[in-house]
């Protein structure tokens, strides 16, 4: 079951800048620092409410932020919806005929598993499934 929107992601190229800059915005001070490994990203995260921000910047060259900065520029990179079935969703989804990034979940931050959806099935919204881990 889809249960509530858990965070949302957004691509910047300079954790420090952008620190500095939602910092000032949202009137928070403290940020959740964490390096995934698997998706080669910096994430700063901070709560609104019930929802995550989490700013995230490429590690590497090759990491899927490096790629959406390089075509896109910063901004919104993906909107997170927290689910008790990641494995289940996934199953409904692509029975449903949604393109899916991910076949299975896999590490994210916040000791979550998660999954994304293609965008060409949703609308143009990357979509990411996630759950906490057992
Ligand atoms: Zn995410």
Same mark, same amino acid.
């Given at each position: 079951?889809?249960?509530?929107? &858990? !965070?949302?992601?957004? *691509? $910047? +190229? &300079?954790?420090?800048? =952008?620190?500095?800059?939602?910092? @000032?915005? #949202?009137?928070?001070?403290?940020? !959740?620092?964490? @390096?995934?490994? &698997?998706? !080669? $990203?910096?994430?700063? =995260? ?10 995230? *910047?490429?590690?590497?060259?090759? =990491?899927?932020?490096?790629? #959406? ?8 990179? !993906?909107?997170?919806? +927290? ?10 989804? *692509?029975? &449903? ?18 999954? #994304? ?7 143009? $919204?990357?979509?990411?499934?996630? =759950?906490?881990?057992?």
């Amino acid at each position: 079951m889809m249960q509530t929107i &858990d !965070h949302i992601g957004i *691509a $910047v +190229r &300079d954790l420090e800048q =952008s620190m500095e800059l939602y910092g @000032r915005l #949202f009137g928070v001070t403290t940020f !959740h620092r964490e @390096r995934v490994e &698997d998706q !080669h $990203v910096d994430i700063a =995260s901070f709560t609104v409410g019930t929802v995550r921000i989490e700013l995230t *910047a490429p590690t590497s060259p090759t =990491s899927p932020i490096a790629v #959406f900065l390089e075509k896109r520029g910063e901004g919104i990179h !993906h909107v997170a919806v +927290r689910t008790d079935d990641i494995p289940g969703e996934l199953h409904r989804l *692509a029975d &449903d005929g949604v393109r899916l990034i991910d076949e299975t979940p896999r590490p994210g931050a916040h000791n979550m598993m998660i999954a #994304f959806l293609h965008p060409k099935s949703t609308g143009g $919204v990357l979509l990411e499934l996630c =759950s906490p881990k057992d």
